[in-house]
């Protein structure tokens, strides 16, 4: 159940009314990995095994999908991943809201897009539309996040209250569908600092779209790792903040 209802009152210039709100849901999973619990994250229902395979390899807990040998979920709340352990990364704990994340661990920072792929500008903007969602309209409090091909294809959507879980269950669910991270780009409806972006670079991917702002961590991080960061789109305008031979004419 992603949505909840909640009677509410509404006040308007004094004048006090019933009325209804739709909430979005947001639960607490556990993340084991070998075992040992790395990470409690709230996220939305749903898609946990995508969740758990673009966690692990977003977040470097892999060097590549191939890597990760069994995720299974144990009931609602709790998902047990096996992989094959690397020397990038001391396995801390991790608490992650639906906001913003706490890590205990190493990154490994080199991380490098090696991908040729660029984008035509109409491509980009026509494909904004799939970042819309019915239920983001019902409760303003989710993000959205898409893998789009160079054909402005839509290979993988996820809806979350945390942006953060929002690309790593799109990611993962291409991953599993076995695509090519080199000829797509990420679309998202959230700020992208350096976190945000390293997600890309560690999955591979070449660009990063939202329809937000980033932050500096974020355009030096995109800079440094070859990745093409493109803020503020809409339909008829976007700015791009690196690596702009990225995008056709450009």
Excluded at 37 to 43: D, E, P, R, Y
Excluded at 100 to 107: A, D, E, I, Q, W
Excluded at 147 to 162: E, H, L, N, S, T
Aim: aromatic share 6%.
């Amino acid at each position: 159940m992603y949505k909840q209802e909640y009677e509410t009152v509404e006040i308007i210039n004094s004048n006090a009314r019933s009325s209804s709100f739709t909430a979005a849901v947001e639960e607490t999973v556990e993340l084991y990995v070998n075992n040992v619990q790395i990470a409690s994250i709230l996220t939305s229902p749903g898609k946990l095994e995508q969740l758990a395979v673009g966690y692990l390899v977003c977040e470097g807990f892999v060097g590549t999908a191939s890597d990760i040998k069994e995720v299974r979920i144990d009931g609602e709340n709790r998902i047990y991943a096996e992989i094959t352990q690397n020397d990038h990364f001391d396995m801390g704990f991790e608490i992650r809201s639906s906001g913003c994340m706490s890590v205990n661990r190493k990154n490994n920072e080199d991380a490098k897009v090696e991908s040729n792929s660029h984008f035509h500008p109409d491509v980009i903007q026509g494909s904004l539309h799939y970042l819309e969602s019915e239920i983001y309209q019902q409760t303003r409090g989710t993000h959205a996040a898409c893998i789009i091909d160079r054909q402005g294809g839509c290979i993988a959507c996820a809806i979350d209250v945390g942006r953060h879980n929002a690309v790593d269950k799109a990611i993962g669910q291409a991953i599993m569908d076995g695509f090519n991270p080199g000829e797509h780009y990420i679309l998202s409806t959230g700020r992208q600092p350096a976190g945000m972006v390293m997600k890309a670079a560690r999955a591979g991917i070449p660009m990063v779209v939202t329809k937000a702002a980033p932050l500096n961590s974020g355009i030096e991080t995109a800079r440094r790792t070859g990745i093409c960061l493109v803020g503020f789109a809409t339909p008829g305008s976007m700015v791009v903040f690196s690596n702009r031979w990225r995008i056709e004419g450009c």
